[in-house]
């Protein structure tokens, strides 16, 4: 038993330096391979650049047949299957771009023994032509990429996944290794359940990536914003911009061309041409910058994205964290940059009402946006809040690496601008039955007379002009941390403001509101990258 796991052991090192041409195992690497090799089944939690694809590729090589990937990764297994050929690996896919004679090459090379490793798409193995396939060839491992897809609070969910439990019934010898580089408990546990995977062994390397900065700042003139961060911080630099719609996303790559920064957009609007083409210059070019919505970026290994930003909130802190995860794969410094404003609380809060999903989905969909406010608003170290949503221990005393450590935030006493802005909520809805959203209470607060506040007799409210101790920007900051604390919320398609059943605390005074202090300007600061 242990003889053989030696002998496993050192033709994985072999492989590793013979096919590879590298040193030494990463983290867990080498226990992974050691356990997939032996035959066991092994679930796998690793951050992006964590070097999973190793964990199967050698399995795959020292096991006698062919290594099965699933991967829903289509636009990308023509450039894997390519650097592995390049390495000597016998490597094939199949999926739907290839024609009839393609495939049949490929069908003919796994019968025949002849290929280390075969790509696949998950939709494939609802068809029994490859369940027939596979039953006919010979099986060293199956690897399930990606397998965060087989959840359904995940953007990424692909009911195909769920079809993929059938691997373990119907192949009860072949060792299966699901990976991902999204590590919840949740998911986890539902990759365990879903993929039928329960005697696996479980890898979880470490979440963090000290290499990447964290900062979220408040938004502004977010266009502007991103441009003087990438001309201070990044210029010739390689990076993603994040933003929510197609629309945002070919306005801010226009912005950015149009200002001396070389940027392509990516969304799902375009077509498969066009995209393919913007993707590759990305991936082989210096210094593109890649504006694109969450389509673009599942699988792409670029290691020197030295940025990620985010023009708009992710919906949760798992997209959050697989997004910026891009930058920096290489080890360098990268800065992951957000900014971030009241309108993007009230957006997503109002896609999640308007969305999709029974009660209970949006319930979840509700926490998750919640878990993601959180970090947006913390006054503490972003880094140490990221790892403990992951279950992980955070440093106590801060990373150093990230905003809230390099400037710490000052908070101060909320507790009457919070009543004030209530009160006003009350009073509309109390005395005249209105709702409003918050660019009108703000107004009332300030005591302005605009066009909208005189049609409705606004300056008649006894809370009008009540707030002329903050400004604007900072009464929409306030109202933004009422809505991240759940002292205030919105409802329907124009975003109206409503109480909460916590509001009624604040208004009878029985708890105070901390508050993040806005800063006046936005800071920046250097990552050490860029000059
Ligand atoms: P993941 O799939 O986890 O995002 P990859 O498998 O693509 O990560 O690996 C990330 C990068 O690290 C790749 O460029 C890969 O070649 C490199 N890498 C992985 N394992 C090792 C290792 N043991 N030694 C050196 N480089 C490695
Ligand atoms: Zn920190």
Redesign the pocket.
């Known amino acids: 038993e242990s003889a053989a796991a030696g002998v496993a052991a050192s033709e994985a090192l072999a492989t590793?330096h013979r096919v590879?041409g590298?040193?030494?195992?990463?983290g867990e690497?080498e226990a992974v391979i050691e356990h997939v090799v032996a035959g066991g089944d092994a679930v796998v939690l690793?951050?992006?650049?964590?070097?999973?694809?190793?964990c199967y590729q050698i399995p795959a090589l020292v096991r006698p047949g062919t290594g099965v990937v699933v991967s829903p990764l289509i636009a990308l297994m023509q450039d894997q299957v390519d650097a592995l050929r390049a390495l000597g690996v016998r490597a094939g896919f199949m999926n739907s771009t290839q024609d009839f004679d393609e495939r049949r090459t490929v069908e003919a090379e796994f019968l025949a023994g002849e290929l280390d490793l075969l790509y696949l798409a998950p939709e494939r193995l609802r068809l029994d032509a490859t369940l027939d396939l596979l039953s006919r060839g010979k099986i060293s491992v199956f690897a399930i990429d990606e397998a965060h897809c087989v959840s359904q609070w995940g953007h990424d969910f692909r009911p195909d996944y769920l079809t993929l439990s059938l691997l373990g019934r119907r192949w009860p010898d072949v060792p299966r290794i699901a990976?991902t580089?999204t590590a919840t408990h949740a998911t986890h546990r539902e990759i365990t359940e879903r993929l039928d995977m329960p005697t696996a062994r479980h890898f979880v390397a470490s979440f963090d990536r000290p290499n990447i900065q964290y900062r979220i700042v408040p938004k502004a003139d977010p266009k502007k914003q991103l441009l003087s961060f990438l001309r201070e911080e990044h210029p010739g630099d390689a990076g993603i911009v994040y933003c929510l719609s197609r629309n945002s996303v070919e306005k801010t790559a226009e912005f950015l061309s149009s200002n001396g920064i070389e940027a392509v957009p990516y969304h799902a609007g375009l077509d498969a041409g066009t995209r393919a083409a913007h993707q590759s210059r990305f991936l082989r070019e210096d210094g593109l910058v890649v504006v694109a919505t969450i389509a673009f970026g599942m699988g792409i290994?670029k290691?020197d994205v030295r940025f990620v930003a985010h023009l708009d909130l992710p919906k949760s802190v798992e997209g959050y964290y697989q997004e910026t995860g891009r930058a920096g794969?290489d080890g360098l410094p990268s800065t992951a940059w957000m900014a971030y404003g009241l309108n993007d609380v009230i957006q997503q809060r109002k896609l999640i009402q308007s969305g999709e999903g029974d009660e209970a989905f949006q319930r979840r969909a509700q926490a998750h946006l919640d878990a993601m406010l959180a970090l947006c608003e913390t006054v503490q170290c972003r880094r140490g809040q990221l790892l403990a949503y992951f279950g992980q221990e955070p440093d106590p005393s801060g990373c150093g690496n990230c905003d809230t450590c390099l400037t710490p935030p000052e908070t101060w006493d909320g507790t009457v601008a919070a009543q004030k802005v209530l009160s006003t909520v009350v009073r509309l809805q109390r005395e005249r039955g209105q709702k409003f959203g918050a660019v009108q209470i703000v107004d009332i607060l300030l005591g302005k007379r605009t066009g909208k506040v005189i049609q409705f007799d606004h300056d008649q409210l006894s809370v009008f002009g009540i707030g002329q101790e903050l400004t604007e920007g900072e009464w929409r900051g306030v109202i933004r941390q009422l809505l991240a604390q759940g002292l205030l919320a919105v409802e329907g398609e124009y975003g109206t403001l409503v109480l909460t059943d916590a509001s009624a605390s604040v208004l009878r005074r029985e708890r105070e509101v901390p508050l993040r202090k806005e800063p006046k300007r936005a800071p920046t600061q250097r990552t050490g990258s860029g000059g």
């Open positions: 590793l590879f590298y040193e030494a195992f990463r690497q690793m951050p992006t650049g964590g070097g999973k694809s190793l990976l580089a290994d290691p794969r």
